[in-house]
């Protein structure tokens, strides 16, 4: 269960990291799906930090095509890190909603800053994003904030899972066994269950000297089947199912351990009827201790 009583919302209408349009309203969907109110019916305080500016594309350069809008990513990025390091600091619990997954830099920035060490980190998508500018094909800032973060020292790839994946680039798949990071894709999950594998996922990025510290989640939405989530703008098929997602979210509930939380790749022009952003905000939920009974 959720130590702190206050949340506070961070929205990252972030669209410069992905090819295709539209993720910059997700953080608007998921508000328009009752965001606020729905987490004000669980008892906590819910603050709404509004959004972090984010240049519109057409009013930026686009530098170098191997990293595309790095340099402005970047920047926003840092105001994003000072937004969650401040409310971590004065002990809130900083949910963050994208945007694209470029963000996710930001928010593990703003962490690490807040506690003065490299945080625990499940990262739960279809992509492992860990590629860099040296080794992405498409230039998208999106398919790199891990690899990134690792680079920077931001995150310890011991203390980092992967879980849900099923596009993996043959760079990436280098790059994850050559960091040691523990990665589950789909045929794991389909084999030993959703169940273990969030167990198991706790105890890997628990850091042994430090084991109180809580964990950070960031979830990309695509990591769920289109078929329940097609409001993303990578969907792949063979994805979580809606039970999957909701006890992964249920488990970290119950673990006690989670500080903060990510969503991000709410695309509401692929949406259809907002199915996405509700379904976020139901994940949301089982995450901050939501339960059926």
């Not at 310890?156 to 066994?177: K, Q």
């Not at 289109?226 to 990578?234: F, H, K, L, Q």
Request: charged letters at 20%.
């Amino acid at each position: 269960m959720l130590e702190t009583k206050r949340v506070e919302i961070i929205g990252v209408p972030m669209d410069l990291g992905a090819s295709r349009r539209g993720v910059d309203m997700g953080p608007s969907a998921v508000r328009y799906a009752s965001l606020g109110d729905r987490l004000r019916s669980l008892g906590l305080t819910v603050v709404d930090r509004g959004n972090v500016f984010v240049p519109v594309r057409e009013s930026v350069e686009q530098a170098t095509p191997s990293a595309r809008f790095l340099g402005v990513i970047e920047g926003v990025c840092g105001q994003l890190a000072e937004e969650v390091s401040t409310v971590l600091r004065y002990s809130g619990f900083p949910i963050v909603i994208g945007g694209d997954h470029s963000i996710a830099l930001g928010t593990l920035r703003g962490i690490k800053n807040a506690h003065g060490r490299q945080p625990g980190v499940i990262w739960i998508d279809a992509h492992a994003d860990i590629n860099t500018p040296a080794t992405s094909a498409s230039g998208n800032v999106h398919g790199m904030p891990l690899g990134l973060a690792i680079e920077r020292g931001i995150v310890d790839p011991a203390h980092v899972v992967l879980i849900g994946l099923r596009d993996v680039d043959p760079p990436e798949r280098e790059l994850i066994r050559h960091a040691g990071i523990k990665a589950y894709s789909m045929s794991e999950v389909d084999r030993m269950g959703i169940e273990s594998i969030i167990t198991t996922a706790i105890a890997r990025v628990t850091d042994p000297a430090h084991p109180a510290d809580a964990i950070h989640v960031t979830f990309d939405m695509d990591a769920i089947d289109p078929s329940e989530a097609p409001g993303t703008g990578t969907p792949v098929r063979g994805g979580l199912s809606y039970r999957e997602s909701h006890l992964a979210m249920e488990l970290l509930a119950a673990s006690g351990r989670l500080g903060s939380l990510e969503v991000t790749e709410i695309n509401p022009i692929l949406d259809v009827e907002n199915r996405t952003a509700k379904l976020a905000v139901e994940l949301i939920l089982s995450a901050l201790g939501k339960t059926i009974l």
